[in-house]
């Protein structure tokens, strides 16, 4: 059974760091595009940055040259790097197959507050 399990929400003050990691298991991890996706309280679900298995990416405008996107495929790992946070990033961070949704995580809370 695939399983994705995120790490490395927390809280940090705006203009912060930080760096989410997605654990996968099983063999699928390294043929797939992975994304990372985040869900602010009362709000859809969006897709903020993807990456292909030849390591090519691509984000949503409102991510763009503040967040990176990274895999280990030997690892089975997805990274987010999120710098200059701002309040309007603070949501529930999940990692998934893309485009078609493998069984959710419990996401990571990440929170930006002064």
């Known amino acids: 059974q695939v399983q994705l399990v995120e790490s490395g929400g927390g809280l940090v003050q705006p203009g912060g760091s930080l760096r989410l990691s997605c654990a996968a298991s099983?063999?699928?991890?390294?043929?797939?595009?992975m994304g990372w996706y985040r869900q602010a309280p009362g709000k859809e679900r969006e897709l903020v940055a993807t990456?292909?298995?030849?390591?090519?990416?691509n984000y949503a405008d409102s991510v763009k040259g503040r967040f990176t996107i990274s895999r280990d495929n030997a690892k089975n790992m997805l990274y987010l790097q999120m710098n200059s946070l701002k309040p309007e990033d603070t949501a529930v961070f999940y990692c998934?197959?893309?485009?078609?949704?493998?069984?959710w995580g419990q996401g990571t809370q990440v929170t930006v507050s002064s």
């Open positions: 998934n197959r893309v485009p078609t949704a493998l069984p």
């Open positions: 099983g063999s699928f991890f390294r043929l797939y595009t």
């Open positions: 990456i292909t298995t030849a390591g090519r990416t």
